[in-house]
């Protein structure tokens, strides 16, 4: 079995046919350090909410544990385990 938590293939999030990110393929390890950095309008945030159950990709599949997921709110991601802390 992987050692990814998370894991995104070929991911992509629009928003009126305006992709957020396109084609993301992405991996968290059990046990290590994540940073995610980019310019402003990177996609970081949306990124991010797709993983905490706030935005459904749009292609791409998104795994957890293992598992393919598609959460359908953040308190079914965070059932699973997975929250976003705000940062305001």
Known sequence: ????????????K????IP?????????RKGE????????GAGKSTLTKV?????????GKLFFDGKEVSFATPAEAL??????VFQE
């Open 1 to 12: 079995m992987s050692d990814n938590i998370i894991e995104l293939k070929d991911a992509t």
């Open 14 to 17: 629009a928003f009126s046919r």
């Open 20 to 28: 957020a990110f396109k084609n993301v393929n992405f991996d968290l």
């Open 33 to 40: 350090i994540h940073a995610l950095l980019g310019e402003n």
């Open 51 to 59: 993983m905490a159950g706030v935005f459904k990709l749009t292609e």
């Open 79 to 84: 059932r699973a385990g997975i929250a976003m």
